[in-house]
């Protein structure tokens, strides 16, 4: 996959075919991880570089036709595994982040609210979560998560609020 500009605009030429690049968004080092794509060309899961990881949907729009294209690996949600990265798309920055905390939640049992998530700050400043450029047309950056062997415990840290403290008695 490789993308170009041309009039101002960015396109990704997968497998030889070129397309008006939406969305699109790299690991560390180049490699898509997710892209959408639209155009005239037809777009088969052969066309895409590993058919085992990378999963294809098809959807039609007025004028053409429009493809999400992900790679698996980084779009796993459901599973166990301590290590990894994964990727959250959302139509928003905001709504990607709110994805994330929610996945956060969920798989470590923390029972917030939503309201209490919508309250914790939309930063990077967290060694999990970075921001993802987006490299296509639509311009709207997402959050991926970076899970190590002591997520749950630095989660907690991020997402469960501590207790005030005064004159070095807890206050409830």
Same mark, same amino acid.
């Given at each position: 996959?490789?993308?170009?500009?041309?009039?101002?605009?960015?396109?990704?030429?997968?497998?030889?075919?070129?397309?008006?690049?939406?969305?699109?968004?790299?690991?560390?080092?180049?490699?898509?991880?997710?892209?959408?794509?639209?155009?005239?060309?037809?777009?088969?899961?052969?066309?895409?570089?590993?058919?085992?990881?990378?999963?294809?949907?098809?959807?039609?729009?007025?004028?053409?036709?429009?493809? &999400?294209?992900?790679?698996?690996?980084?779009?796993?949600?459901? +599973?166990?595994?301590?290590?990894?990265?994964? =990727?959250? /798309?959302? !139509?928003?920055?905001?709504?990607?982040?709110?994805?994330?905390?929610?996945?956060?939640?969920?798989?470590?049992?923390?029972?917030?609210?939503?309201?209490?998530?919508?309250?914790?700050?939309?930063?990077?400043?967290?060694?999990?979560?970075?921001?993802?450029?987006?490299?296509?047309?639509?311009? &709207?950056?997402?959050?991926?998560?970076?899970?190590?062997?002591? +997520?749950?415990?630095?989660?907690?840290?991020? =997402?469960? /609020?501590? !207790?005030?403290?005064?004159?070095?008695?807890?206050?409830?």
């Amino acid at each position: 996959m490789n993308i170009f500009e041309y009039n101002g605009s960015k396109y990704i030429t997968i497998n030889g075919k070129s397309f008006y690049l939406i969305r699109g968004y790299s690991r560390d080092r180049g490699e898509q991880v997710f892209v959408q794509v639209a155009g005239n060309n037809p777009l088969f899961i052969e066309d895409l570089p590993d058919t085992k990881k990378w999963r294809l949907v098809k959807s039609k729009c007025r004028d053409c036709v429009v493809y &999400i294209v992900f790679n698996s690996d980084y779009h796993n949600y459901a +599973s166990d595994r301590a290590n990894g990265k994964l =990727l959250f /798309p959302a !139509p928003t920055s905001a709504g990607s982040f709110f994805l994330l905390l929610r996945h956060i939640n969920e798989k470590f049992g923390f029972n917030l609210s939503e309201e209490e998530l919508l309250k914790v700050p939309e930063e990077t400043r967290y060694d999990l979560i970075s921001k993802v450029r987006d490299q296509g047309n639509a311009d &709207i950056d997402i959050y991926m998560l970076n899970l190590s062997d002591n +997520s749950e415990e630095r989660f907690k840290d991020i =997402l469960l /609020p501590k !207790p005030e403290v005064n004159d070095g008695n807890e206050v409830a």
